[in-house]
């Protein structure tokens, strides 16, 4: 099986999920293509990301002259084609779309690329993650006269943004999407009629069983929290600091590290700074997989105050390092965390609830700690072995490779592996 994988950007450090599927993809025997839209010099921290970048193929890269020539060579081969795919484009760019006309044809050339790469590699489908412009370009490829196609939806961006990205007709138009939690497909299954159900389906986002090791300790005496992801009004970090004050300001001492680095770094640094929490809150900026790992082993606990998620990998990693999480109940955290079992779920945006689970997190007792990071560990194992979880999606592939449409599946067994730290499961 020979598939090709479209980003927007790849790789980049917030989406080591998506690495992480395609190499349990290629365990199963896949070749998979790397095809981003742009980021081959962005700047990276991991050195697997640096690999990765070696092996993709990037859109823009050729610059104008690349895609007017990919546009010729189609209009040469596929002129029918290509009047079908400006057409589909033009009539979203008119139906609401945040994305001006232009826009659209441009996606229409960047597909005449990718058209052109999945020909020429003989790749047999083509995978979008993110219901967004990858989506839009893997779509009209396939207008175009390319292989079928499907998408990953993540959330939170696509359900803010979904009346402007017409992720209604791109469902109808896809092979299969792929949800990473029942919430995202239940937001889906609003989107269109349910005739189109069928074809929603759900893949978790999941770690490599190394990532469960043994060794991990089970509980740290610390009192420090570490908080890790992008730093966006999604997030939210702000209101993190608005509670750190107010402990703070009642003579509760702790430390907190805020792990990535984003649009919001100036503004939590001048409220870090006006609050003179300076010894107090630690800022890493963006950080490589390893030393995400050490911060959150050097933690008592994971917190995410959260106001919108789709199901953030860093709690699985959390979880997976026997580490409690602090987070919110929205979207599809409390599919995956039980609060008084795997940690504590708190209402989004209530300052009051997250000072004092923070309280709580640092009161409570060491074997608490232990039986709750233990009961998280077993619990994210269970659920988001990134083998098992790539396995799913690979069955969906081949049965539309085979059927031009998935239908009941047969999921393909991961491989057995054979490390030392395969073990532990």
Known sequence: MKIAYLINQYPKPSHTFIRREIQALERLGVEVIRIS?????????????EKERQRTKYV???????????????????????IEALTLATRLAFNRSERPLLVHLIYVAEACQVLLWTRQLGVQH??????????????????????????????????????LLNLPEKIKRSSF?????????????????????????????????????????????????????????????????????????NGIDFELVLAGDGEMRQAIEKLVAKYNLATMVRLTGWISTADVREEILASRA????????????????????????????????????????HGWLIPAGDIDALSDALQRVLETPLNSLFDMGNSAFQQVRQNHDVDIEAAKLHALIGATIKYDRPGPVRLLKAKPRTTAAAQVE
């Not at 839209?37 to 990301?49: C, F, K, P, S, Y």
């Not at 993650?129 to 939806?153: I, K, Q, R, Y």
């Not at 939690?181 to 929603?200: A, C, D, N, T």
């Not at 469960?212 to 992801?229: E, I, K, Q």
Request: glycine content about 8%.
């Open 37 to 49: 839209i742009r980021g081959w010099n962005d700047e990276l921290v991991d050195a697997q990301d």
């Open 177 to 249: 999407v792929v949800a990473i939690s029942s919430y995202g497909r239940s937001q889906l299954f609003r989107l269109v009629g349910q005739e189109q159900w069928h074809k929603i389906h759900v893949v978790h986002c999941g770690l490599e069983r190394e990532f469960y090791s043994s060794s991990a300790p089970s509980a740290t005496v610390g009192r420090r929290f570490v908080c890790v992801g992008r730093l966006s009004e999604a997030k939210g970090q702000l209101l993190l600091i608005e509670a750190v004050k107010r402990l703070r300001d």
């Open 302 to 341: 994971l917190v995410l105050p959260s106001f919108a998620e789709g199901l953030p990998v860093v709690i699985m990693e959390a979880m997976a390092l026997k580490r409690p999480v602090l987070a919110t109940y929205i979207a599809g955290i409390p599919e995956l965390v039980r609060s008084g079992e």
């Open 126 to 163: 083509l995978h979008a993650h993110f219901g967004t412009n990858s989506a839009d370009v893997a779509m009209l490829t396939h207008v175009l006269g390319g292989p079928s196609w499907s998408m990953t939806v993540h959330g939170p961006t696509e359900f803010d943004r979904k009346p």
């Open 60 to 82: 823009l890269k050729g610059g104008a002259l690349a895609l007017t020539l990919a546009v010729l060579n189609v209009l040469s081969t596929s002129p029918r084609r290509l």
